[in-house]
């Protein structure tokens, strides 16, 4: 038993458990066919104990991804009792309201036996290229958003079932992507369960229980020292989010209560649920609110269960915030990852040095290409790109930077590679980032044009994206000027997000995301800083002249 544990023991142990993880998400590197996994990187792999608790992830995860993991681990047990498990049992599921809130999220997990005991779970989430349905926010219901997969044995003491796994190719556009990156999960989770054996082996343990406990409560109480820095009190904000559907807003509503080492986030007053695919389920809400207090409270701790003790977090059931089954989910994005910004909002005259500004990276912006080559073969390309971070009391906000979802913005190639389509430019927007002491990070223009010689497509593409302030710009903090919003041109005509629309051969497509609000007075930017911002086309002469001053 791990009983005693001197502290050089506890630190290998964590270091080799952390390492475990990270070989986790390099497997997936290795084995996944999709793009939106391997380029985006839109995936999460973790190690829980045999409880459910989260043990370790890896440096490289999304906040909604180990939310929802962790969440479906606390209600799989009443699904399929831990102790009725056994070796080769490999459980599947994408129930939004089980797991990371829309349906393309998978988990795949397996229980870890050793010495004839349940000792862990190894598990990993990808967002799928495709999961059937509809593409559309306009959805009333979860039932038009395609394929849904209740708990279910994907394999029984090691033999697959492959009735599940053809359901599964017969729902999606793309069946050899999605199948094989089903297995690409088993294929970790194999990897890692590997892994946790070799090393209990060379412990010489008989579970982790006792350094996970070690784990959990040091990392608790660092926690919640940390939060006692902040002072106790009831902060509260708000924030109109746009719905992508024109002129519609959602309200959200923050009162977060710290008192002695305990924050407690409650969104009362929220907006309820709506019948369009912007809604989020709990564990959702929960994952990014988390994420958020604890980026402020103590950002380098790890992430793993005596992390999550400190928080509560509540949202009336039925609200946008907590909406009930079976509410459209797919776009949750365009609403929940605002919920770091409504944290930082709550907290900023607190500790306003530990804020950033609104950023033009919330909410990620999403896209889905749907179509076929020109030989009749079908694609689905999901390339993902961010505005730019808030600027903070001591740096600019970073350019293009997928905040807070935490994946990467695609390569071009990807997208050349995987669909007929051509990407004509990518660059960063000159002027796009919030003025200020420290300047907001930058947006980028994403230019598609779809061909109109031999490597045209067989017919139309369907293009539907979620986004988000096209009409309400990241603002600044501490004096700091806004970033600019976003804009979507088809053929130089503006068009909104969250519906479809036909892209044919020869039309031309125009992205242009948000940029980051900036932080503290402009004309206190640094000059000669400015003066190679001018020179290398990142900021105007004119605006360098009349917003930051500068030549006065």
Known sequence: MAEGLGALELETAWSRLASIAEEADASVMRTAFSSIIRDSHDYSCAIYDGRGHL?????????????GMTAAMRTLNDHFPFATLKD??????NDPWIMSGHLPDILVTAPVFWRQRLVAFAACVF????????????????FEEGLQLPPSM?????????????????????PDLVVNDVRSQVATIHLTAGRLRGFLEEMGWDDLEAVADEIYDRTESALRRAIREIPDGIYAAEAPIETGDGDGTIMLRLALEISDGEMIADFAGSDGQVERGINCVLNYTAAYCMFAMKSIAAPFLPNNHGAMRPFTIRAPAGSILNARHPAAVVGRTSIGQFIPELVYRALAKAVPERIIADSGSMPLWWLTLSGRHGDGRP???????????????????????????????NPV???ETDSPLLVERREYLPDSGGPGRYRGGLGQEFVLRVPDDETAPDGA????????????????????????PGAVLLNGREIGWGQPYLLRPGDRIV?????????????????DLLAREVADGLVGEATAREVFGAGD
Do not use: W
């Open 127 to 142: 967002h799928h290229q495709d999961i059937g349905g509809r593409l559309g926010l306009d959805n009333r219901e979860v």
């Open 55 to 67: 043990i370790s992830q890896p440096g490289f995860v999304t906040p909604g991804h180990l939310g």
């Open 88 to 93: 080769g049992d490999v459980i599947i599921t």
């Open 413 to 415: 190639e990807m997208v």
């Open 154 to 174: 994907l394999y029984r003491q090691g033999e697959p079932n492959e009735d599940l796994l053809r359901v599964i190719g017969a729902n999606v556009r793309v």
């Open 461 to 484: 593409i369907v293009e539907f994206l979620i986004a988000g302030r096209l009409f309400r710009q990241a603002t600044g903090l501490q004096g700091g000027g806004d970033g600019s």
């Open 511 to 527: 992205y242009r995301t948000p940029g980051g609000g900036g932080y503290g007075d402009p004309s206190l930017r640094d000059r």
């Open 379 to 409: 694609f689905v390309v999901g390339p993902m790109f961010s505005g730019g971070l808030g600027a903070r009391a001591t740096s600019d906000g970073v350019s293009c930077l997928t905040f807070p979802a935490n994946i990467k913005n």
